[in-house]
């Protein structure tokens, strides 16, 4: 390199490999690691565009450059994770003794970036599609299909390969209605699903679906996953086993999140963005969420500890429960509050069976929002007035308590 004063500056061997890795790697440097490092603007700007690049942008002589990626070379094939290994320890270095420096908050939030960057991987979360405008053949029948869970089919008019959020309250059901929504799957004809636990113990989870098994056999290709799986695992064991036709239902990313409440924020935005990628790969990713607890209509902007949800989220739905009736079903209100290819600001009521894992939409009909009830809290509905019908069940059957072994709240 050379200087300002025009003298030739020899880098030191390990920054020549950093560039040479940078450029034939091209493994994009977060911001914050590139600010500790040596010359780290130079390897940021390789690391995306290419050692050529810092010749015009950074008007470093190209015979330099050419010398530090021969260095570079020398030392063997690039390898990723010599890479971020030389990274990290570089930006670990600069950081020592920094701390007063960068603040209490800025340095922890750094490590954390650096952290992040040492244990990723390049291939991860790569996969796109492209394709050519020209050409392209109009296709006017929007590839909507059936879920077969009917509250949702008839709130959407139909799903698609997307990212379908339901929305509860702790104790609703959302685990419940997701092992309701497998059957549904099923008697569709799907033959291909993966439902990814991360809070109920395999054992557990059979148990809870016997009902489902003594009315049906699942299809082969059905599968239960416990364990603590991010959507980027999830991704990488469905690319391993790659199926497009598969249906993915993560139950749920909330249990992931760590930490204070910015880092379980920070957790939760990953793990939504990394399932955008993961549903261009299959045919739609079901998922559930929290709400805030001082949310009595569920809106979008109810999801709990992330606003990203509610973003990258392409159909969002809810329930609730408002009573019980005489035979001891459930009352159960849902709504439709995103959906972005199709109708929404849709509710219905409609009976479920907890014990039996059933749905009964007999006389369920959506309505507009706006019409009426709005996902009303029970508490809210006066059933002597026209505007909150459906009617509310009598404080008996509201306050009747499920039977034993019902799987309420699950």
Not at 32 to 44: E, N, R, T
Not at 106 to 116: E, G, H, P, Q, R
Not at 172 to 184: C, D, F, R, V
Not at 319 to 345: C, E, L, Q, W, Y
Request: with cysteine.
């Amino acid at each position: 390199m050379t200087s300002q004063t025009g003298k030739q500056i020899t880098l030191p061997q390990e920054i020549s490999r950093l560039i040479y890795l940078a450029d034939t790697l091209r493994i994009p440097l977060p911001s914050p690691i590139a600010k500790q490092l040596f010359m780290g603007d130079l390897i940021a700007l390789v690391s995306t565009k290419g050692y050529k690049a810092a010749i015009t942008d950074l008007a470093i002589p190209e015979n330099q450059l050419r010398q530090s990626m021969t260095d570079g070379a020398e030392a063997g094939p690039p390898d990723e994770s010599e890479f971020r290994m030389l990274v990290c320890s570089q930006a670990l270095e600069a950081m020592e003794g920094s701390l007063d420096q960068l603040g209490i908050s800025k340095y922890l939030a750094t490590m954390s970036i650096v952290s992040d960057f040492a244990k990723a991987s390049k291939s991860d979360m790569i996969a796109f599609r492209r394709e050519s405008m020209h050409g392209i053949v109009a296709d006017e029948d929007f590839p909507k299909w059936n879920s077969g869970f009917a509250p949702l089919d008839m709130l959407t008019q139909g799903v698609y390969q997307g990212i379908i959020l339901l929305l509860a309250k702790s104790g609703i059901g959302k685990t419940s209605t997701m092992l309701t929504l497998i059957e549904s799957l099923a008697a569709q004809g799907n033959k291909s699903l993966w439902y990814v636990s991360t809070e109920v113990p395999m054992k557990m989870l059979k148990w809870r679906m016997t009902p489902i098994l003594q009315r049906r056999e699942l299809p082969a290709g059905f599968e239960i996953i416990t364990g603590q799986l991010s959507p980027k695992q999830i991704y990488q064991m469905h690319m391993d086993e790659y199926d497009p036709e598969r249906i993915i239902i993560h139950d749920s990313p909330d249990a992931l999140g760590g930490g204070g409440s910015d880092g379980r924020r920070f957790a939760l935005e990953d793990h939504y963005r990394d399932m955008v990628t993961l549903k261009e790969q299959c045919a739609a990713v079901f998922t559930v969420s929290q709400v805030r607890r001082k949310d009595r209509v569920l809106g979008m902007d109810s999801v709990a500890e992330a606003w990203a949800k509610a973003w990258y989220s392409d159909i969002i739905w809810t329930i609730s429960r408002t009573g019980f009736f005489p035979d001891g079903t459930a009352r159960m209100h849902s709504s439709v509050v995103k959906n972005r290819f199709g109708i929404t600001d849709q509710q219905l009521q409609y009976g479920y069976d907890y014990a039996n894992l059933v749905v009964d939409v007999t006389d369920s009909q959506p309505s507009f929002l706006g019409d009426g009830w709005d996902n009303q809290d029970p508490e809210d509905i006066d059933p002597t007035v026209e505007a909150t019908r459906p009617e509310r069940p009598t404080k008996k059957a509201k306050v009747q308590k499920a039977k034993a072994g019902s799987g309420e709240g699950w």
